[in-house]
């Protein structure tokens, strides 16, 4: 089993920045991919960005593009997601996964609101 605990999320006036972190604990070892998506207030769940847990490759939403930035800390088992210029419409839930050869893993969210 892995454990994931986001933190970062809060209030933030559009045009700020966030950066969410997400600590893996428990198994580890054999975590191969890590994601971050988002919930927005009656939407479904989608996608905003991977990362290969080598670091070798990293996928965003086209939307997100050039405003967000995903990363990890192997040392640390963090993810990071660092988002820039931030408007209403990013507001969200947002949720850490990672998986690995038999599951994957969801955080309990953390929520990011932005102003306008």
């Known amino acids: 089993q892995v454990q994931l605990v986001e933190s970062g999320g809060g209030l933030v006036q559009a045009g700020g920045s966030l950066r969410l972190a997400c600590v893996a604990s428990?198994?580890?070892?054999?975590?191969?991919?890590a994601s971050w998506y988002r919930q927005a207030p009656g939407k479904e769940r989608e996608f905003v960005a991977l990362i290969l847990w080598s670091g070798s490759f990293t996928s965003y939403a086209e939307s997100l593009k050039g405003r967000f930035t995903i990363s990890r800390d192997t040392g640390r088992n963090t993810v990071y997601l660092q988002m820039n210029s931030l408007t209403p419409e990013d507001t969200a839930i947002y949720y850490c996964t990672v998986a690995d050869p038999q599951s994957r893993y969801w955080g309990q969210g953390t929520q990011v609101t932005v102003s306008s």
């Open positions: 428990g198994r580890t070892f054999n975590i191969r991919s």
